[in-house]
């Protein structure tokens, strides 16, 4: 099956910071999506990258897909509290289920 | 708009007990799912659906067993608890196969003693 790694497991950073956490497949994906998770709550979904090399972008995150679809990243620029939980990729592949990473826990200090 | 309601929210069992979760969704979706949630391990898939009347094993299936009888449940049962399958278990759906987001319930926390 599937294998991620999601790096890194956790992060503290300052308000302001910026913040990158890392998705890394051992195959070929066809889609990843990110989702959010705020402490005592439930994942909720931010975005699917689909094409290789793709880039986008909400507002203070920016979300790219490789170039060989094996790997992605979400970028925070500028931090802010509101900012914290955990940030999962979640992998798609041939088959109808998704393999989630391990999280990276982001925690955002005033 | 309720979405994805799960129940219960919270529940002690003591070990060899059973007890059953429920999922439901309002939004038509044809896949569903059951994930668990450990600290530091991320979601792992126990069971999902692909339409009603249908599973499939995912992940870390050992001690649960589901049903889909109805398009919009999904049920997924402890038949003797045990102490490692204490955690937050997650229901989620969503209407396509390889596309798509999950939309997930709030979360059933269990404890077992």
């Known amino acids: 099956g599937q294998q991620v790694m999601q790096i890194p497991q956790y992060q503290h950073v300052q308000e302001g910071e910026d913040f990158t956490t890392y998705c890394n497949s051992s195959?070929?994906?066809?889609?990843i999506q990110w989702y959010k998770q705020r402490p005592g709550g439930h994942p909720v979904f931010l975005i699917q990258?689909?094409?290789?090399?793709e880039v986008k972008k909400q507002k203070r995150l920016t979300f790219q897909f490789g170039e060989a679809k094996k790997n992605s990243s979400l970028h925070i620029t500028a931090t802010q509290t509101t900012d914290v939980g955990t940030y999962f990729c979640a992998l798609g592949g041939s088959a109808r289920q998704l393999t989630f990473g391990s999280g990276t826990q982001l925690t955002v200090l005033p | 708009n309720a979405g994805v309601t799960q129940t219960p929210k919270f529940r002690v069992l003591k070990t060899g007990q059973s007890m059953t979760l429920l999922c439901a969704q309002d939004m038509n979706h044809e896949y569903m799912y059951w994930y668990r949630q450990d600290p530091g391990m991320g979601l792992r898939l126990i069971h999902y659906s692909v339409g009603e009347g249908t599973t499939a094993k995912g992940e870390v299936p050992d001690g649960y067993n589901v049903s889909r009888l109805k398009k919009q449940n999904f049920l997924l049962g402890l038949e003797s608890a045990a102490p490692s399958q204490t955690s937050v278990y997650f229901c989620?759906?969503?209407?396509?196969?390889?596309?798509?987001?999950?939309?997930f319930g709030e979360g059933s926390r269990l404890t077992v003693l």
């Open positions: 195959t070929t994906l066809s889609n």
């Open positions: 990258l689909v094409k290789s090399g």
């Open positions: 989620a759906s969503r209407g396509t196969a390889n596309t798509g987001e999950l939309f």
